[in-house]
Nanobody, 118 residues
Framework: QVQLVESGGGLVQPGGSLRLSCTAS????????MGWYRQAPGKQRELVAAITRGAGTKYADFVKGRFTVSRDNAKNQVYLQMNSLENEDTAVYYC????????????WGQGTQVTVSS
C-alpha cells in the first residue's frame, strides 16, 4: 500500500556531506511520520532522524547537530542532510514511514548505501 524509494547515497570523504531523499507513494494518507534509519553490518537498525507532517522531529543523540531532517508534504518526500560525516556513519540508510513519530515504521524503503572513507 505504501512504497518508499530512497536516493542520494554514495561514497564520501570524512567531513563531507550527502543529502538523502525519500519519495513515498501509494496510500499516503496512512503516513504521518517519515524518517531515516540506518543499519551497519552486524548491528541492529537504529533511528537517525524522523519528522511528522507538522514538522515535529526526533533525532538520535549521535547526530549531534550534524544531520537535519526535513520534508515536503506536497511531494511526499523526506530528506536527510548529512554534514561532517564520519567513518562511523557508514551504513545502509533506510527510509521508514508510519503513523506515529514514536512508533517503529510500518513501511520501509530498499535502503541506500552511505560509505564514509578516505
Amino acid at each position: 500500500q505504501v512504497q518508499l524509494v530512497e536516493s542520494g547515497g554514495g561514497l564520501v570523504q570524512p567531513g563531507g556531506s550527502l543529502r538523502l531523499s525519500c519519495t513515498a507513494s501509494g496510500n499516503i494518507d496512512s503516513i504521518n511520520a517519515m524518517g531515516w534509519y540506518r543499519q551497519a553490518p552486524g548491528k541492529q537498525r537504529e533511528l537517525v532522524a524522523a519528522i511528522t507532517r507538522g514538522a515535529g522531529t526526533k533525532y538520535a543523540d549521535f547526530v549531534k547537530g550534524r544531520f537535519t531532517v526535513s520534508r515536503d508534504n506536497a511531494k511526499n518526500q523526506v530528506y536527510l542532510q548529512m554534514n561532517s560525516l564520519e567513518n562511523e556513519d557508514t551504513a545502509v540508510y533506510y527510509c521508514g514511514a508510519g503513523l506515529l513519530l514514536t512508533s517503529w515504521p510500518r513501511h520501509w524503503g530498499q535502503g541506500t548505501q552511505v560509505t564514509v572513507s578516505s
